[in-house]
């Protein structure tokens, strides 16, 4: 009983500490891909954090399998290096005796990760492309950002401010061009805003600015003053992606007889099933030589993970191109690395084996 407790706590403190370490990491990637994407304007500033958030939710059940699978590995490695398993082997106890606490420790964390592949990742993913959505579907004002040059969804003008002022809606310093019948047409305003007339027809009013016109490679330019000047936005209709099977709910997936919708479902029950046969392999895997290195497992560690999560990965493929049964794509991975599983404990507590002999 004292192992056990003195097991259960440090299973629990390894994962704290792992799992903010990967969470962080996880963090860290995503903002750096999303502040790249919003320095250079495919993504609003202000969509940053919500994005951050709802690609954490998605990746959360691989950072929750990687958690599990290195506590136990880490708490099991120490317990041979400070020959702590030779008083648990000196007791009578053998190596598979690991399996309870260690599934008493994984079983919660895997009801965690199925929640999350089965419902709330699913959910994430959709909310997301929604957002994305709807942020693509604004209209070219609401893309303008002070500091930025901002092109409208055809191609055709390009808006920069300054600096925004303190009255709502109004901008310092506004600079704008377009393109139209071959003619390039710019426009410099110390001060502009929007208004939307009765019609809805929605305007971006220039205000005590210059208009400069003419044909790119021709000196003849047009140069005019104005006080105020309108210009027409035109409205864009909401726009909607099909569905990907990532965004579907688990019941309509079920539902579905596409080849790729059955990949996603594989994808989703694989995670918790993927995330406690990896708890279970960290028991034969954590086993240290102090005469050898102490980092061979670690590598032997993380080979078996890149091979278990790409076999998963493959099937998946080959489910969703139709070249492999749902059924047999489900299972093959899971029940090879069951193999593997009964293949590391039997070279571990078999003393008469034959490369023990030899």
């Known amino acids: 009983m004292i192992f056990l407790r003195a097991a259960q706590r440090e299973f629990t403190q390894n994962a704290v500490a792992v ?6 990491i996880l963090i860290s990637t995503v903002l750096i891909r999303l502040l790249g994407q919003a320095a250079g ?25 990687l958690t599990v ?6 708490t099991l490695s120490r317990w041979y290096r400070d020959s702590e398993m030779v008083v648990w082997f ?9 399996v309870r606490p260690v599934l008493r420790f994984a079983v919660p964390v895997v009801v965690l990760i199925a929640a999350l592949s089965l419902f709330v990742a699913p959910w994430a993913q959709k909310k997301s492309v929604e957002y994305k959505e709807q942020l693509s579907n604004r209209d070219d004002v609401s893309r303008v950002a002070p500091g930025l040059f901002r092109e409208s969804s055809g191609g055709e003008r390009v808006f920069f401010v300054e600096a925004l002022s303190g009255e709502e809606g109004r901008a310092r310093n506004v600079f704008a061009s377009s393109m139209q019948n071959g003619r390039l047409g710019v426009m410099v305003a110390s001060e502009g ?17 210059r208009r400069y016109e003419g044909t790119p490679g021709t000196p003849s330019y047009r140069v005019m003053e104005f006080e105020r000047y309108q210009i027409l936005m035109e409205s864009r209709e909401a726009q909607s992606a099909p569905r990907q099977p990532k965004t579907l709910a688990l019941p309509a997936l079920i ?18 099933v993927l995330a406690i046969m990896l708890s279970l392999l960290a028991i034969p895997l954590s086993f240290v030589n102090p005469r050898a290195g102490r980092t061979n497992n670690l590598i032997l560690a993380v080979l078996v993970y890149l091979i278990y999560s790409n076999a998963v ?17 489900l299972w093959i991975p899971h029940l090879a690395m069951l193999g593997v599983l009964a293949i590391l404990f039997y070279r571990r507590i078999s003393v008469f084996a034959r490369w023990r002999r030899r």
């Open 69 to 74: 699978f290195i506590a136990v590995l880490m």
């Open 90 to 98: 000196s007791s009578g106890l053998p190596l598979t005796a690991w």
């Open 19 to 24: 799992f903010v370490a990967l969470f962080a």
């Open 193 to 209: 805003h929007t208004e939307v007339d009765a019609s809805g027809n929605r305007y971006v009013v220039l205000e005590r600015g």
């Open 313 to 329: 990965s493959v099937c998946q493929a080959w489910v969703g191109q139709g070249r492999l049964r749902f059924d047999v794509g």
């Open 255 to 272: 539902k579905s007889a596409d080849d790729r919708s059955r990949g996603e479902l594989l994808a989703r029950i694989s995670a918790p």
């Open 41 to 65: 304007g495919r993504v609003p500033a202000d969509a940053v954090l919500a994005l951050i958030g709802f690609g954490a939710v998605a990746q959360m059940p691989v950072v929750l399998s």
